[in-house]
């Protein structure tokens, strides 16, 4: 079914706490004991709930679904969903333990103390020890593989992802092109020294050893569990008939010039190399440039006023693809860096590939994680969705598994390495489930509400992401902190121990849709609006019946000024969506602040026990953020509050309830089966 955003108006919420936010006069002569009064003039708190007995495993709030009215001299307000106004308190009366609305219970009998506007009431309720049965294939989850997602990575669509045609594919053997550059005024006094070209040899080529941590290749055929091998050498360097000050003042445009020209002398010096060789998806491109420069200019990080064009960035020389050609493919899509990136100087041998993998995602399809949007003041992100820890947002560690369903690294079958997908579908209401690590293997779970508008399918919806870090494989490096970020105050890495990261992607298509009628040879569109779809179409659809579809349109970005969405059948800029945002499990949004970076690997962002904490030794400050995943928990994470992005209301609790060195078990409640 079409997605669609719920609207919520804000007049009608504003008009909601305009109604129950004043306290008014006290009156002596009204209950003052708390609970309920049965006088008409009293103020009093009524509290019930629509089960009284819910699965062990789920929260209260979800569960129990706890209505709260305020009476105020015979006018009701009702409070329910207003968290600043309503404080609960659970209390187990067989162990004494206490829990908040959105935790996880224990089985036993429970009272429930309510709070609000000074008066309270108390309901009771039973947690039932029912036992989940361990999940299984159609019992409890659906596995997709490879060919389920063939023709929906991001790669085979022009529309879909960043920077249009002529993407980098994302497996098999790929063959890639790497020009060092030389200006024509820096021959003689700026040329690449022969280590100097083995020093981009095993950036790009090299084994890991030969780096300080991987190479390009050595990381993506880790990283896609050998699904992606990336083929390619380093060109002979290649003469600009531009010097470094026309470069400058021409900026980007310059680096067109460049990429276009290099690549041309690349294959004329090299008649036997046929130029297909480097288009493996046939679709007119080189699949990859990747120009190294020296220069003596200023780069924009030294100096905010340089010319653009120093600094390290992917693009297009034309974003609409025009020059495609099938049968001698041209360079439209490359890498721009200078030399010095790849020497930090933070390891040794000091060949430092952290950008250019980052760089390479782009070339692939994938869109930066982290927000464009800047403090005037300061000139620091806005906020940071993703949570900084991954190869797309702050250029440390692995891609996560969103990343990896773009790329179709699924695996072939229940055997093959790749990522093993396992989608919630409702067929088990309570189930456990174990996720395996997810570098090492490829574990990952995916889940939406599993009763209304269920997963279409593709990676193109909105859903929840699992999957098990560990501080292995690509990831194992950057676990102790990347030099850059952590020499900043913070952790600045990936982190240093296992924990579940729970990610909230939208990243649902939109496209026109209306009627036409055709008038002088050309279809003139009529009464068109914007509507979510499923299906992806590259052009648009003329039915015979009059009416049409346009082409499918990526809305949501992590930046938020460039992030869309659709409001009555219009598409408006700005929004409060994003395409990937970390779920932390204290429930608190900390990331969608500046102070972003005080978090960035820490592991309270990471969903684990308390016992696994104990056994591997974290200390307070190390601890993880929770176990339980629940509505009434992640609400501020969300929009629409206690609704997702597309108004739907999530059905599920989870919660971790058991945890090694290399694997995670989750127990989900299905809320809608209560």
Known sequence: MKKSKLLILSGVAVLSLAGCGGEGTSDSSLDSSGGTSTSTAARYLEVTIEHNTIPAGSTFFDAANPTVLYHDNGEVTDYTNYSNYVTFELT?????????????????????????????????????????????????????????????EVSAHNALGTLGPGKFPAYGTPKMLVIPVIFSDMVGQYDFTEAELGVIEAAFFGEANETGWESLKSYYLKSSYGLLDIQGHVADPYV????????????????????????????????????????????????????????????????????????????????NGTTANVTSPVANRYFWSEYDMIRSGYYEPNIDAHTIIHENGHLMGISDYYSYDRDPQTNGALEAAAGCSDMMDMNVGDHNGYSKMLYNWLATDDEANGVHLKVVDGSSDNFTITLNSFSDTGDLLLVRNTVTDTWNETPYDEYLILQYYTPTGVNEKDSSGYPEWSGLGSHGGTYANPGLQVFHVDNRLGAQVGTYHTEGGRNIIDESHYEYVDGIQDTAVYNEDGTFVGASTTLTSNTGSESREIIDGALHSNSSFRELSAILPGGVNSLKSSTYYNSFGQMANLFGTNEYADEIGLTERERYGGTTYSNYKMRDFYANDLLWNDGTEFNWNFSVIDQTDDSITLHFVDLSAI
């Open 92 to 152: 187990n009366l067989d162990t004494n333990e206490t829990f908040t609305a959105g935790d996880a219970l224990t089985a036993g009998s429970y009272e429930a103390t309510i709070t609000c506007r000074s008066r309270t009431d108390t309901v009771e309720f039973t947690v039932s020890n029912d036992t989940p049965e361990a999940a299984s294939e159609g019992n409890g989850y659906k596995s997709y593989y490879h060919d389920d997602f063939a023709g929906l």
């Open 240 to 319: 600009t008939s531009l010097t470094v000050a026309e470069a400058d003042r021409q900026s980007i445009g310059a680096s067109h010039q460049i990429v276009t020209a290099a690549t041309n002398d690349y294959f004329t010096k090299h008649p036997n190399e046929s130029r297909s060789d480097y288009d493996y998806n046939g679709d007119g491109f080189i699949d990859g440039v990747n120009i190294i420069y020296k220069t003596t200019a200023q780069d924009t990080s030294e100096n905010p006023n340089a010319s653009d064009i120093w600094w390290n960035y992917t693009t297009v020389i034309d974003p």
